[in-house]
């Protein structure tokens, strides 16, 4: 299990060291799409069961359609990606795509098996501060509607629910969440409450 210290943002992708064990959030290199494409779709699955959806009802779920081909092309097509990296092993994984003043939150995920233990708080936290170094008015995401413990998670971070979305080719609605920033460098909504995931 990784130990937990306060997450250093100042370095650009790295966040943190510690004396005994180590862990960092850092920048996803091209030679590492599969195993990235492995912890995020490992990830997914559990959300996937837990709501009843199969590869048959949702082919373009993240847990059955994320591929290494598909991340390669998103990480030469400018997306930001990062892992968390624990005794040289990546469990956890997200990315960013900013477009204008926005940025979309991609992927957030820990394996089932790190989760609870607060690393899925470190990547938000390591994320939320990145949009906002990048000068985003706002951080959005989409999540199951029906997952009501992910939407307390996110919740508790300041995102606030803005509106539904359904889609064709899933059997749930997507829910969007938002996290406004103000432009004097402070958070709107934005109150730090550390959740375990």
Not at 41 to 46: M, Q
Not at 48 to 63: D, G, L, M, W
Not at 149 to 160: D, M, P, R, V
Not at 171 to 180: D, G, K, N, R
Request: with cysteine; glycine share 4%.
């Amino acid at each position: 299990m990784p130990s937990k210290k306060n997450t250093d943002f100042s370095a650009l992708g790295i966040a943190c060291l510690s004396n005994k064990d180590y862990y960092m959030i850092r920048k996803v290199s091209l030679s590492e799409m599969q195993i990235c494409s492995d912890v995020i779709k490992e990830s997914f699955l559990p959300v996937a069961f837990k709501f009843n959806i199969t590869k048959e009802n949702a082919p373009k779920y993240v847990a059955f359609s994320v591929t290494p081909e598909k991340l390669k092309e998103q990480y030469l097509n400018g997306r930001d990606m990062y892992v968390y990296e624990s005794h040289e092993q990546i469990i956890g994984y997200f990315s960013l795509e900013f477009s204008d003043n926005c940025c979309e939150l991609n992927n957030l995920c820990v394996l089932s098996e790190y989760r609870h233990n607060g690393i899925g708080g470190e990547l938000l936290n390591f994320a939320i501060h990145r949009a906002f170094e990048k000068k985003s008015d706002k951080l959005t995401l989409s999540i199951v509607e029906e997952n009501t413990e992910l939407k307390e998670w996110y919740s508790s971070f300041g995102f606030i629910h803005t509106h539904t979305k359904k889609y064709d080719f899933f059997p749930f609605t997507a829910v969007i969440w938002s996290l406004l920033y103000e432009k004097n460098n402070c958070y709107i909504r934005h109150t730090f409450k550390l959740c375990r995931f």
